[in-house]
């Protein structure tokens, strides 16, 4: 389905069709150990495994982990008491680890490290006594989570008109931090306007932005401009799948839909369309992307061409809860 070329490809001008595929797209680090720690507890334990809101944000990833026996809550009064439950990759406040331990409940916490770092930052802050600036959409999960590691110097800022209302105690003693799924460049416009009115502003001692959200939208940036449609797979509730259809408009696609999977496309899409470019969200598994190839493929678009903008290899160590109950079950 796929040709990797291996390099930025070359569009050949006597084919009347072409598909780019965006590389890297899919999994992160993060989603994978989520998801990984969600099969090996039910592996594990056994089903029913509790997990608080959706692991990850894809439908298909939720409905198949169901399947197999997990069954997800939106809040912790759910899960009976002393059930094993799973903490998403979006990460949780203080406050739910808590009622956690109250209610007797066995946690598996598969926060993605990234947000974990994000969370340190937040205390680490807030100890300093500093007014911090979370840049970031109201409501999700990880904005919650974050928010509630210090609520009393946290202040959720989600465009650049929302820094005239900030209020803060010292001028002096302003930081900013941002969800880690966010458009990179719209970001950046926030803070500068946060910037512009608090020039002492104190950065992060990184972007908080993550890695596999930059390269994301670095390789549809890449593939984008050529493009006469570009499909995003991903689920609407997935930011990070969000921004990369925002970020294909913004750099020159004709057309950009985020779609859950090959259902979800129409056929109007492809009235006179000759170069389609997809990509997916970071917690899309491949075969959605396949079920799209195969889609195009069979409406006369030929096998993809793979256009290479980053490389990944990081991974990620299992939750060590997890892991030290896999030991224990391990024959000696």
């Known amino acids: 389905m796929t040709t990797d070329l291996g390099h930025p490809t070359v569009l050949d001008p006597a084919s009347a069709r072409e598909v780019l595929l965006a590389a890297p797209r899919g999994y992160c680090a993060g989603v994978d150990r989520a998801v990984i720690t969600v099969e090996k507890a039910l ?69 993605c490290p990234l947000v974990t770092k994000v969370h340190y930052e937040a205390r680490r802050f807030a100890s300093d006594d500093y007014d911090i600036l979370l840049i970031g959409h109201a409501g999700h999960e990880e904005v919650e989570g974050t928010a509630g590691e210090a609520p009393d110097h946290i202040q959720l800022v989600q465009s650049p008109d929302d820094v005239a209302h900030v209020e ?129 493929a069979e409406r006369g678009f030929p096998n993809a061409r793979a256009v290479h903008s980053a490389e990944e290899s990081l991974t990620f160590a299992l939750p060590p809860e997890l892991r030290r109950d896999m030991h224990l079950a391990s024959p000696s």
């Open 43 to 111: 592996d594990l334990y056994g089903p029913p495994v509790y997990v608080r809101k959706q692991i990850v944000h894809n439908t298909h990833v939720v409905a198949n982990l169901e399947s197999r026996g997990a069954i997800f809550v939106e809040e912790l009064h759910e899960v009976p008491q002393g059930e094993t439950v799973v903490f998403s990759a979006h990460g949780v406040s203080p406050a739910v680890h808590l009622e956690a331990a109250q209610r007797s409940l066995k946690t598996i916490d598969a926060t």
């Open 168 to 296: 803060v105690r010292d001028p002096a003693k302003v930081a900013w931090l941002s969800q880690t799924t966010l458009s990179v460049d719209e970001t950046l416009e926030i803070v500068a306007a946060i910037r512009k009115r608090f020039p002492l502003l104190t950065d992060p001692p990184s972007d908080d932005i993550c890695y596999a959200t930059q390269n994301r939208q670095l390789a549809v940036k890449e593939i984008s401009p050529p493009a006469d449609l570009v499909l995003v797979v991903g689920s609407r509730n997935s930011s990070n799948s969000v921004r990369l259809v925002e970020v294909a408009l913004e750099t020159g696609a004709g057309a950009a839909y985020l779609v859950d999977d090959l259902t979800e496309i129409e056929e109007a899409w492809l009235d006179g369309v000759r170069l389609v470019s997809v990509t997916s969200g970071a917690s899309v598994p491949e075969d959605l992307v396949e079920g799209v190839l195969k889609f195009l």
